[in-house]
């Protein structure tokens, strides 16, 4: 039998090699709020959706995690988003905003840490 609980949050901790230029791009081109900054653990924040970023100890462990780390974020509004990230083309990795087969859309922006956030918006249920 399932343990009968309420999931609240999930915050996914991702090891980055540079902090400052971590939580520059979250709250630049993605617009989260820096809440919690150290130069070890640090906190970003947008309608709730947290993720934190703790210093790798070694170089190493960022090869191996963010060779196959996906950040996937849903958002309402993806269009403003694919605009704004645009002024952001000559600093990042970004694939181009693409309509899925489910008809919704999606776009692809790598981190300073070289992970893949996917942004996405599924279509309007009718």
Known sequence: MNPDYHVKRISPV????????????????????????????SIVERNGATLQFHLA????????VHAHTQIHIEVDDIQSLWEHAQ????????????????????FQIGDPNGARVIIAQNPPQS
């Open 14 to 41: 991702l090891p980055v090699a540079n902090m400052d230029k971590t939580l520059a791009f979250y709250a630049e081109v993605l617009g989260f709020a820096v809440v919690s900054r150290s130069p070890q653990h």
């Open 57 to 64: 100890a070694k170089e190493d462990i960022l090869r191996v």
């Open 87 to 106: 002024g952001f083309r000559n600093r990042h990795k970004i694939h181009a905003l693409s309509l899925k087969d489910n008809g919704g859309l999606e």
